[in-house]
C-alpha cells in the first residue's frame, strides 16, 4: 500500500475553497468554464511592491485545482480570462492547486 502524500489530505479542502458556496466563482479560461478564486488583494499589495516607476500594471491573481484545470500553464503564455487577454507572469503548482498571476501585456 502506497502512503499518503500531504495534498492527499488537502484534497477535500480544495473542494471547500473551490466551491461556488464559497469562494470560488465560475470563469470562462481559453473558452472553458473553469471554477476559480480570484485574488485581487494580493495582486494589489504585489504590486504595490513592485519598482515600476510609477507605472501601473493591470492584472490578477487566480487558484484553480490542477484537476479542475489539467493544461500546463507556463509563464509568458497568453491566457484568454472571461474575455480579457492576459499574459501569465509568473505560475506556481502547489500540492494539486495553481495560483496563477496574470498581466495585461504591453
Given at each position: 500500500?502506497?502512503?499518503p502524500k500531504l495534498r492527499d489530505y488537502f484534497k477535500p479542502d480544495f473542494g471547500t475553497f473551490i466551491d461556488t458556496?464559497?469562494?470560488g466563482v465560475s470563469v470562462k479560461i481559453?473558452?472553458?468554464i473553469t471554477t476559480v478564486v480570484i485574488d485581487e488583494d494580493t495582486y494589489s499589495e504585489r504590486?504595490?511592491?513592485n519598482d515600476t516607476e510609477g507605472l501601473?500594471?493591470?492584472g490578477l491573481i487566480f487558484y484553480v485545482s490542477e484537476d479542475d484545470y489539467p493544461?500546463?500553464?507556463k509563464i509568458g503564455q497568453s491566457m484568454t480570462f472571461d474575455g480579457?487577454?492576459?499574459e501569465v507572469s509568473d505560475v506556481q503548482l502547489n500540492e494539486g492547486?495553481?495560483?496563477v498571476t496574470l498581466e495585461v501585456p504591453r
Open positions: 500500500m502506497q502512503t458556496d464559497e469562494f481559453d473558452g472553458e504590486n504595490q511592491g501601473s500594471t493591470k493544461y500546463h500553464i480579457s487577454m492576459y492547486m495553481y495560483t
